[in-house]
């Protein structure tokens, strides 16, 4: 959006979304495609407490720049962070302890693998791939800890998340500590490549923590506005994160955000997005929207199945995606490398 002579709003019509009346049927709709996935999920079980939660909850939250919030379904459901709290990890580090120093303890590519996966880790003399699976985010933990404490990290979160009953889950958090064998494997092969070099267990506690605090879909909205709008409330024009730092989170959600379906799911929906195994899900519609889904039921890949269908459902007819722009959608253009050749 830009301001004219009278300083009163432009808005760049390409980012415009659909009237809020048409938006909301159209997401209404969607809504009743995406539950009909919900069977062919389950909700997690290694973490016991994430395997009580309700599998056939599903609600959204889509927070325009420009137009009304639309929620629908179980948008106020409190659920844990769990690897969405990733991006928060990623955003703080990279504003206190700067980029040389976070790059230097991870890499910026897909890896390939399931999100809590240390075969590559372990067979090659490597740093984790990207700071969006769980062996870097360990590795971006131990730059953490000794900068900020994890209450630190909560009022950061409340704020731009504008939420101020976020809180830890304690049954979760002691749920997840007990069951963390793996977590803590890769902490202490993290450590023994000199990547942490602060206490592993201070790391274990930290990271744990980050997963557990209690946030809604609307939470997450709130978070995905502010990264949709280069870091700063649209609102009151307050600052969050520099352009630097938003841009990276967006481009590292898009190509890391999905674990080992980041690929598939850049092509189908094309929205940067970053999940949990909560059932929450992070995405950022640049220059247009944030969004927060909450679906509990998982596919394969540790993604939320019906939530992954209700962002395709609205991707498309929303106009949501990435590359999306009004003046370039020429679905109906003919077979032009055909008619190329026959020249």
């Known amino acids: 959006m830009t301001k004219n002579k009278g300083h009163e709003p432009i808005i760049d019509r390409r980012y415009q979304l659909e009237e809020t009346q ?69 955003i703080v580090a990279l504003e206190i302890c700067g980029l040389d120093a976070v790059f230097g303890k991870v890499g910026m590519e897909p890896s390939g693998e399931a999100f809590d996966s240390l075969v590559e880790l372990d067979v090659n003399d490597t740093k984790p791939y990207n700071p969006l699976i769980n062996s ?7 730059l953490l800890v000794k900068e900020v404490s994890f209450l630190d990290m909560l009022r ?49 506690r930290f990271y744990t923590k980050m997963c557990s605090m209690n946030v809604t879909a609307e939470s997450l909205a709130n978070l995905g506005k502010k990264l949709a709008n280069d870091g700063v409330c649209n609102i009151d024009g307050k600052r969050y994160m520099s352009s630097r730092t938003a841009r990276i989170v967006k481009t590292l959600m898009l190509t890391c955000g999905m674990y080992d379906g980041s690929g598939a799911f850049a092509i189908k929906v094309g929205i940067p997005t970053k999940s949990g195994v909560g059932g929450g899900l992070l995405s950022v519609s640049d220059k247009r929207a944030g969004i927060g889904v909450f679906g509990p039921a998982l596919d394969a890949q540790g993604n939320s199945i019906a939530g992954c269908r209700l962002l395709r459902e609205i991707s498309n007819e929303l106009h949501l995606n990435l590359f999306y722009d009004p003046e370039w959608n020429k679905e109906d253009a003919g077979d032009i490398v055909m008619q190329e050749m026959e020249k």
């Open 156 to 204: 950061y979160a409340r704020n731009v998340c504008v939420d101020f009953d976020i809180e830890l889950n304690e049954d979760v958090y002691d749920s997840e500590m007990k069951t963390c064998a793996r977590n803590r494997s890769i902490a202490y092969l993290l450590q023994s490549k000199n990547i942490i070099t602060t206490d592993v267990e201070d790391v274990l």
């Open 22 to 90: 048409r938006a909301t049927e159209i997401i209404h709709k969607a809504m009743g495609v995406a539950q009909n996935e919900i069977v062919n999920g389950a909700v997690a079980t290694y973490i016991p407490e994430l395997g009580k939660v309700n599998p056939n909850q599903l609600g959204l939250c889509l927070y325009p720049l420009n137009g009304d919030k639309i929620c629908i379904g179980d948008y106020n459901v409190r659920f844990t962070m769990q690897s969405v709290s990733k991006v928060l990890m990623l």
């Open 136 to 142: 870097g985010a360990l590795a971006v933990c131990g």
